[in-house]
């Protein structure tokens, strides 16, 4: 494969996606049906079914003869052909998957052999939709109308998960069995180690949000299908190569994972990928890619009494019983890559309480504008050449991270929620040379040039009034952070109610550093238009634009190029001064049943953009992971190529 691109997408699967102009899989689909070219490590065929040639299906090829259980999948041509590329030596079991139909029965064969297929129509439009992405169920949702409704719509993890997943539209057997479907839903939400973090979520919505999910599943129960059909893959959809890996742990789950440098796409390549577990275990999940094998590396974290995840109440589950299968002490978030190669994670290396020097007193610079008091996770780097941690103690909250393109390698932070009021940073450059965490980190608040004079001055708080002659602060951080390929700007995002569970918006964030950032940094706050809310994820394109996941079915574009007024002054505190920036794309797929607003019942949760065309769908290709429609959905020119994981 010439160009691939790396995304974890579930639990414990990794997944490498190859789009190629001239590519084998391509050829396959040029060839004539008849003459199919199978090379020696390649599988290929037609895929016929009563009506006829199936297009736009999935083949899967599967073994668990390799270091780890491996896939491969491609989609059929119009003529119903495929081929699968670059099989390592194993037996498979290869079977087609399809909208309209139901799995065939798998085949067991070697490598090097034609092999055409007999796809099975779904017996009914029930059966059918058992194959159906979450969001078409999901979209079943009876929504209460927006008298009813205390919030502002979809947010917090809800992004994270497809709720219309079997597992979750169906009530699990121990509980279903249950004649009241309230109680079931009760007691699923107290289940496991997440049951604190489901209560306060589902407390937001009101006292009707139980009984809203088990009518829900109840009407599915009584077989209640989606009103709308996925659409088969069409056009360059259809030239993909799926390859999918399963890593980790059973009882551990991935948040993240990574394969490279973004500024620079070429940093290990055919290298390991490196995943990210948070609250599930300390063990850092390793695959390579090309050996198709997994390992496992432990997370040390500084203090003995650093929070574990088995300090967490838990409830009863039908999957796992009594058992907390959570064990993690590191919380490890998010890791990224540096131009060595090395990698870096947001992880926690100790209790909350902060050291003095971060503290009312400390003489820190970031100390003096700004004390913090707590920290619930910092930074750490482990480097694959020497097999070497570095734990990197940081007074303000780490969750994703990036670096700029400075000449101090600087690596900016978010906070996660918009709590703490700060976006901190570390100047890698200086930490190499001395290792001394405390000078080469800081921190700023987000203060907006509200009095217009294009500098910072003395600032009123986020809850106080704006005064004409000052500055005004907003008490936001980011969750999304990635520094501008353009110029010296970092751009955030911060969670709006729904995650943060405080009373504001949700805004995409400019931060100007200036030349002493604790005292010179100037914030730009923006607001999608009225129909989105709830962002989701940050990433720029090589032109500046920034690009933006909202939890109202949408992706979204942000150019502040396009602003036409003044960025500064009043009415910059508002984040509503610059509309004529935004441009809001639906994405595909159903809307919640008894909503018309604008948008989808779609969620996604990362946003990423592909700058140098390691996909093959082009360069500055912006590309949601739209976990409810299970695929990566990629805007290219305007228009929208769904690449579903079937």
């Known amino acids: 494969m010439k160009k691939s691109l790396h995304v974890q997408i579930a639990v414990i699967a990794g997944i490498a996606l190859c789009l190629t102009g001239a590519g084998s899989g391509l050829k396959a689909q040029r060839a004539p049906a008849s003459a199919v070219q199978v090379g020696s490590t390649e599988l290929g065929g037609v895929v016929t079914s009563s009506k006829g040639p199936e297009a736009g299906v999935w083949v899967i090829a599967e073994t668990t003869d390799l270091p780890t259980k491996f896939a491969k999948v491609v989609v059929t041509d119009d003529q119903g052909r495929y081929l699968i590329p670059e099989l390592p030596k194993a037996s498979y079991d290869v079977w087609v998957r399809g909208y309209g139909l139901v799995d065939s029965q798998k085949v067991k064969t070697e490598i090097g052999r ?15 939709a058992e194959y159906y992405p979450g969001v078409y169920w999901y979209s079943l949702l009876q929504i209460p109308p927006k008298s009813e409704f205390p919030g502002s719509g979809l947010n917090s993890c809800q992004s994270c998960h497809a709720l219309g997943s079997k597992g979750m539209r169906t009530l699990e057997k121990e509980w279903g069995a249950s004649t009241n479907s309230l109680d079931a839903w009760t007691r699923r939400v107290q289940a496991g180690q997440a049951r604190g973090n489901m209560a306060l979520t589902l407390g937001q919505f009101g006292p009707k949000a139980l ?3 088990a009518d829900w599943t109840d009407r599915i129960a009584r077989g209640e299908l989606p009103s709308e059909k996925p659409q088969r893959p069409q056009g360059v959809e259809r030239n993909v190569v799926i390859s999918m890996w399963e890593w980790s742990m059973a009882k551990a789950y991935l948040h993240d994972a990574i394969s490279t440098d973004k500024r620079n796409p070429r940093v290990n390549a055919n290298g390991p990928i490196y995943g990210s577990t948070e609250e599930s275990t300390d063990m850092v999940p390793v695959l390579d890619p090309v050996k198709n094998a997994a390992l496992q590396i432990k997370h040390p974290y500084r203090d003995p009494k650093t929070p574990s995840s088995l300090d967490l109440t838990h409830g009863h589950s039908p999957y796992w019983g009594d058992e907390p299968i959570w064990d993690g002490h590191t919380s490890i978030h998010n890791p990224i890559m540096d131009e060595k190669g090395r990698v870096w994670f947001t992880a926690r ?21 700004v004390p913090l008091e707590t920290s619930g996770r910092q930074l750490s780097m482990y480097d694959p050449k020497t097999g070497k941690w570095s734990l990197i103690d940081t007074c303000f909250s780490t969750q994703h ?7 101090n390698n600087t690596l900016w932070t978010s906070a996660g929620g918009p709590a703490s009021g700060v976006v901190g940073w570390l ?22 040039d509200t009095n217009g004079n294009g500098k910072r001055d003395a600032y009123v708080e986020a809850n106080q009034p704006l005064d004409p002659a000052k500055d005004k602060r907003v008490m936001a951080a980011f969750y999304g952070v990635q520094p501008s390929p353009i110029d010296d700007s970092i751009w955030g995002q911060s969670m709006d109610v729904g995650f943060s569970r405080m009373d504001q918006p949700g805004y995409i964030l400019r931060l100007v550093p200036g030349p002493n950032p604790p005292q010179s940094a100037l914030t730009e706050v923006y607001l999608p238009p009225d129909e989105g809310y709830g962002s989701r994820g940050i990433d720029l394109d090589l032109n500046g634009v920034v690009w933006t996941t909202l939890s109202s079915g949408h992706f979204a574009s942000f150019d502040r190029r396009k602003c036409k007024g003044p960025l500064n002054g009043p009415a ?4 509503k001064h610059c509309p004529e920036g935004w441009t809001l794309y639906k994405y595909p797929g159903p809307q919640f049943k008894g909503v018309t607003d604008p948008g989808s019942a779609e969620h996604a949760y990362y946003v990423w953009v592909d700058r140098y065309n390691t996909l093959g769908l082009g360069p500055n290709v912006p590309l949601a992971m739209t976990n409810g429609g299970e695929a990566v959905t990629a805007l290219v020119n305007g228009k929208f190529v769904v690449i579903r994981i079937p």
């Open 114 to 128: 034609q092999l055409n297929l007999t796809a099975v129509p779904a017996p009914s439009a029930a059966a059918a």
């Open 211 to 213: 009984a809203l999910f």
């Open 349 to 369: 290396i100790r209790p909350d309480a902060n050291p003095a020097y971060c503290k009312a007193g400390s003489d820190h610079p970031s100390a003096k504008v």
């Open 401 to 407: 991270l990036y670096f700029a393109k400075d000449a």
């Open 427 to 448: 100047d890698t450059k200086l930490y190499e040379q001395t290792g001394d965490e405390v000078k080469s980190q800081g921190w700023t608040p987000l203060i907006i």
């Open 572 to 575: 910059a505190a508002t984040g």
